[in-house]
């Protein structure tokens, strides 16, 4: 039997975690993970036993490139998602990026998967936004075959940001502040769909850019009461002013260097737009979660639900 080998960067992260959960059981496949987040690493390699996992910062050069030697497909998908520090958006979601595709180059590695942001289509001029559309730029410009994916706000198992910290802080706040009114439009994609679309792009050597958004759009303040009608926390839901959630979001990030939410995201939070949607489910082959469904998964599972990232 051909096993072939596929290499996943940022494996120790939210798409990470959750691609390897369903990959690792296949006999027919070699995966091999490279993070450089030294907790989530043990976190991986506790949960993962059985899959190796190299500790490497790809924005540097490194023996995590002899990795790629034979392997069959790369799933680009390290990504700098918060911060206060542009540098850091650069380094993990650009340089590298660049490392990756030269490695790639190097060993011969014929395919791989680009997992970039729905935000590239977006009016946000952020961090983020900024690194990550310089990384599709990359990814664009390579000769070699690949799919690049744009997914929307994602969450999941393992989950450490954005629903899975707003979860974690229903259960520690006896209050949980809503901005404004709350009628800020959301596409939330269930990682598990995302993963899902990744392992078919596998199989099939997809190729070209597709918008992979969640189906189903709905106003974050509806959202959060799904969510709490899921998980029945002990925080009671409020709105307060968007002003006064903005200058405690402010407050916060001056005492805490790496916070889980900043300004900027509630800037991009706030921006009315939407993002295209497509029939992935059809142009993959893959089944999409109803929304209600796919949070219960996530936050009821026995196995996963009670393990989170570190920040």
């Known amino acids: 039997m051909l096993v072939r080998k596929i290499i996943i960067t940022g494996a120790a992260g939210l798409v990470g975690h959750n691609l390897v959960a369903r990959l690792k059981s296949r006999s027919d496949l070699q995966v091999v993970g490279i993070d450089k987040h030294k907790a989530n690493t043990r976190l991986f390699r506790e949960v993962h036993p059985n899959v190796p996992i190299l500790e490497a910062d790809l924005a540097k050069p490194g023996a995590w490139t002899d990795s790629f030697s034979d392997a069959d497909t790369v799933v680009i998908n390290q990504a700098q998602i918060g911060g206060v520090r542009y540098q850091e958006f650069e380094a993990n979601n650009v340089t590298a990026t660049w490392n990756i595709l030269a490695a790639m180059r190097v060993h011969s590695v014929p ?8 935000v590239v289509n977006s009016k946000a001029d952020d961090f983020y936004t900024r690194s990550k559309k310089a990384q599709e730029e990359l990814f664009a410009a390579s000769p070699l075959p690949h799919v690049t994916l744009r997914p929307t706000l994602m969450f999941g198992w393992f989950d450490r940001k954005h629903l899975g910290w707003l979860r974690h802080f229903m259960d520690r706040a006896p209050v949980f502040p809503i901005p404004g009114n709350g ?44 969510l709490h009608e899921i998980v029945k926390p002990r925080a009671r839901i409020i709105q307060i002013p968007y002003v006064l959630f903005w200058a405690l979001l402010w407050l916060y990030a001056m005492l805490d260097r790496n916070p889980p939410f900043t300004t900027n995201q509630l800037d991009a939070l706030a921006i009315p737009e939407t993002f295209p949607i497509i029939d992935w489910p059809k142009e993959f082959g893959v089944r999409a979660t109803p929304l209600e ?19």
Not at 112 to 117: D, N, Q, R
Not at 295 to 310: V, W
């Open 293 to 311: 469904c796919a949070l219960a998964e996530t936050y009821l599972d026995p196995a996963y639900s009670s393990l989170r990232l570190a920040f």
């Open 183 to 226: 009628e800020f439009v959301r596409q939330p994609l269930y990682v598990g769909d995302f993963v899902s679309v990744i392992m078919a792009a596998i199989e099939h050597r997809k190729t070209g850019t597709f918008d992979i958004s969640g189906l189903e759009k709905i106003f974050y303040r509806d959202l959060i009461v799904m």
């Open 111 to 118: 395919y791989f998967i680009g997992v970039s942001s729905s």
